[in-house]
């Protein structure tokens, strides 16, 4: 059951596409407990699609659902010192369409369990997968990531960009240990404050659409105070939010509202991304996320 009583408000009033993912399945609630529900959401009149299906539709055919780029996984890739005569299994949670998914497999000897929600993106990573020849390293599963069907100290290497958040970032890195082996490693990307003051508009909408952004220092006491040593951290530059994701899902703007005939509703999608867009434009020296490279000890 719900826990969160302003769930149904929250909702409806849906601000930030950013987090459209989390608030569109599941939301934060007080005790910090995510849940996750496969709700439909609002449907307009005559409207044939919701929602959450019009934002998989805009974010389907995108090299990445959400900011990041090549050379930032390699550099996460890189904190990481892994035997390179062992064969590895890499779990990659939240990986959307496999932007990421794809080059640890190109860099990685092992297999890497590449995990979403949403079967639209496992589609487009498979068909990714089998044009590149990775079919043997990369295997899709549709599961949520509260729900993972993994056993303990299953995987040498846990992966996740930009999906953290949808369980939590403490959840997350508790839950996820388990099925880290004792020096296995961690990747995850969050939403992070980079300054430590900032001003009072961004400060306030990012607490109220993800509580638990915070600075590095006190990402990384999580992380140690969870029995993992951090290995590397760096924050992803502008070029990665703005060319590698904005400007691609600008361009398809026009094209997913000819695709859905303007309805209202898609309409809604695209100006909700677009204040996004803004917002981030504006505040961007302020935030980003945050790419966290920690060793289970
Ligand atoms: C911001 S996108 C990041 C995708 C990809 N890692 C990237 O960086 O391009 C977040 C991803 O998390 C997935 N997601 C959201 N909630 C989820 C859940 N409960 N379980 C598994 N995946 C989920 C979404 O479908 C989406 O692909």
Known sequence: MCKNNNWNS?????????????????????NGYYFYTKRWVQTLKNEQMTELELVIDLHKNSE????????DTLKALRFMNLPTAQYLKVADIGCGSGGQTIT?????NGQITAVDLFP??????????????????IVTLEKSMDELPFGKEEFDVIW????????????????????????????V?????????????????????????DIASNKIKLLENNGYTLVGYF?????????????????????????????ELAR??????????????????????GFYIAQNN
């Not at 409806?12 to 934060?28: A, D, E, M």
């Not at 639209?120 to 390293?137: A, I, M, P, V, Y």
């Not at 060319?243 to 691609?248: A, L, Q, R, V, W």
Request: net charge negative; hydrophobic share 30%.
């Open 235 to 263: 924050y992803l530059n502008q070029e990665s939010w703005i060319d590698n994701y904005y400007k691609p899902m600008e361009a398809r703007f026009e094209t997913f509202l000819k695709r859905h005939d303007n309805s």
């Open 64 to 71: 990445r659902q959400g900011p990041g780029s090549e050379k």
């Open 104 to 108: 640890i497999a190109k860099n990685l």
């Open 120 to 137: 639209e993106f496992l589609d487009e990573l498979n068909e990714k997968s089998q044009n590149l020849g990775l079919t043997d390293k």
């Open 160 to 187: 996740s960009e930009g999906a953290i958040y949808n369980v939590g970032f403490e959840s997350g890195i508790i839950k996820w240990k388990d099925y880290l082996k004792v020096g296995g490693y961690m990747a």
């Open 268 to 289: 809604k999608v695209v100006e909700d991304y677009k204040a996004e867009i803004e917002l981030y434009q504006k505040y961007k020296d302020y935030y980003s996320y």
């Open 189 to 213: 990307s969050e939403i992070t404050w980079i300054t430590q003051s900032r001003p009072k508009e961004i400060e306030d909408f990012w607490k109220h659409e993800y509580p638990e952004i």
């Open 10 to 30: 929250r909702f409806l009033g849906l601000r930030s596409p950013f987090q459209s993912w989390c608030i569109l399945i599941g939301i934060h609630s007080e």
